[in-house]
């Protein structure tokens, strides 16, 4: 993946795109741009029916991803040693014992100003999930630790 990830910069470049050597916040209408093609792109996948089209839609998005990396100056072992961290810190917001999950609750209703009964947990495959009733949305165990603290 490292090679397409450097083919993606070549065709950036060609494309008359600044991809820097080092982190540089590329101007607000790149920003925006980069917003606006990975929404398209999940999009496309969203409105996916057969696999091809699938395939076709996560590999645009791979592209695209790769492409704004890129113009961030991000390099390819740099992103993929944090994306190991993002992984841990994901998996850090499991809990491991139903006590781990009543008062992962109170923590993240605290957090985020919400009432207690809007989060609840469930137990998945041996771990507890903290949830948002509302949105589904996954939040932080007791456990939960930033992916700068692995």
Do not use: H
């Not at 795109?17 to 916040?25: D, E, I």
């Not at 917003?35 to 076709?56: F, V």
């Amino acid at each position: 993946m490292q090679r397409e990830f450097e083919k993606t910069k070549e065709w950036n470049i060609l494309m008359g795109n600044k991809v820097p050597a080092v982190f540089t916040l590329p101007s607000p209408d790149i920003r925006s741009l980069a917003t606006t093609l990975m929404y398209e792109e999940a999009d496309e996948l969203e409105e996916a029916t057969t696999k091809d089209e699938a395939l076709d839609a996560v590999s645009d998005q791979l592209f695209v991803l790769f492409g704004n990396a890129a113009k961030y100056g991000l390099e390819y072992k740099e992103i993929f040693e944090y994306f190991k961290k993002v992984c841990k810190s994901n998996n850090s917001k499991f809990a491991n014992t139903e006590e781990e999950a009543k008062r992962s609750i109170d923590k993240e209703a605290l957090r985020l100003d919400i009432s207690p009964s809007d989060i609840d947990y469930m137990e998945l495959n041996g771990k507890y999930v903290i949830f948002n009733k509302e949105t589904t949305k996954i939040l932080k165990s007791v456990n939960y630790k930033e992916p700068t603290e692995y």
